[in-house]
């Protein structure tokens, strides 16, 4: 309950340093690159949609469960965007 309000003002915080990042992924992204970011994107927005959804029905179980799967879902599309564009800089 403490998370309440401190929540989703750090996810609102974490995807606007996230959106920042990917846009500067965007200048010279090769074609696996270019569909980790728009997987990112897709997952962001569906996280936040969620995440909305989870305050307005006061959060029932199923619903708490399947944001937290994507979550994890992010992260590790996060990972493989970071990877691939680590590869992508030490190719050039």
Known sequence: MRLRISHPVIA??????LAWVVASGLQSPGKVLRRLIMIVAFVVF??????????????????QIVH???????????????????TKATEQ
Do not use: C, K
């Open 46 to 63: 569906l996280q936040l949609m969620l995440g909305t959804l989870n305050v307005v029905p006061l959060a029932p179980v199923w619903l």
């Open 68 to 86: 937290l799967f994507m979550a994890d879902v992010l992260w590790i599309t996060i990972v493989l965007l970071v990877a691939e564009s680590l």
């Open 12 to 17: 609102l915080v974490t995807v606007i340093n």
